[in-house]
């Protein structure tokens, strides 16, 4: 056997290897959540009575819409936010701009520990209450860097003669930004925001030390049900919020492979 036919075997059964690893877990968590047992680990039977559990808990909609409202609402002032920033920096030439955009993506390297303590610091220092304001402003500037990071590079990726020549037909640079910029980065934008809402809904750290008892998300709520036992009415929570990160990165990631296919034609 050739050293190239070799690689083509390996290469398949390498990348099994590494899907299973990275799957299996995941997959084991929507297995169990159809385990008529109220262990964790030991199957002993298919149901699917957790989900109607989980659909009638009051406390566990409360904490979906909760996250719901938080996402959303984060998600979109980081829309807002990047948006502006990548459109702003990218069209800017100022001095320092690298360093500029490396300090706008730095929320995304920080440990979420550290951040955490950090909001919480701020907060109690400036008499800011802890609860659901406090959560969406610390949301909002973790999900930033997401939907800036998406709009830079569709900014990038555009041809500049494309605005030059509105701007020359006597068009202001408002209506060029209204009329051209955005129609072409808004798949980029959407894209961004659906990161930003997976992102928000995945939280658990951060939202831990800025939470207030009035004001609980559906992650602190598993990561509670966990810490006391559990069933696998966890599982099926966590499955439904798989299905619902998994839409939005799926999402994302058709608007981004779109919003590309609309740059490289517009050229």
Not at 35 to 44: C, D, K, V
Not at 188 to 211: E, H, R, Y
Not at 227 to 240: C, M, Q, W, Y
Request: net charge positive; glycine share 8%.
């Amino acid at each position: 056997m050739t050293g190239k036919k070799k690689r083509r075997l390996f290469s398949p059964i390498y990348l099994t290897l590494v899907l299973i690893v990275l799957y299996l877990p995941i997959l084991m968590v929507v297995i169990y959540s159809f385990n008529s047992g109220r262990t964790i680990g030991a199957w002993q039977g298919f149901t699917t009575g957790w989900y109607t559990r989980l659909f009638g808990n009051t406390l566990m909609a409360d904490a979906l819409k909760n996250s719901l409202i938080l996402a959303l609402l984060s998600a979109g002032l980081a829309g807002v936010i990047g948006t502006l920033g990548a459109i702003g920096l990218a069209h800017g030439h100022m001095r320092g701009s690298g360093f500029i955009e490396s300090l706008a993506t730095l929320p995304m390297m920080i440990p979420e520990l550290v951040l955490g303590m950090a909001y919480l610091a701020l907060f109690t220092a400036v008499g800011v209450k802890l609860g659901m304001g406090a959560l969406i402003a610390t949301h909002t500037t973790f999900c930033v860097p997401y939907v800036f990071i998406n709009v830079k590079s569709r900014l990038v990726g555009m041809d500049p003669a494309i605005e030059e020549a509105a701007r020359d037909l006597g068009a202001s640079p408002m209506r060029v930004l209204r009329d051209i910029t955005l129609p072409l980065i808004m798949p980029s934008v959407i894209s961004g925001m659906m990161l930003a809402v997976a992102m928000s809904l995945d939280d658990v750290v951060i939202s831990f030390f800025v939470t207030s008892a009035e004001t609980t998300t559906l992650p602190l709520k598993v990561y509670t049900g966990l810490r006391s036992g559990g069933t696998p009415e966890i599982n099926a929570l966590s499955t439904l919020m798989l299905v619902a990160i998994f839409t939005c990165v799926a999402v994302s990631q058709l608007l981004t492979a779109r919003s590309k296919a609309n740059l490289d034609s517009s050229r």
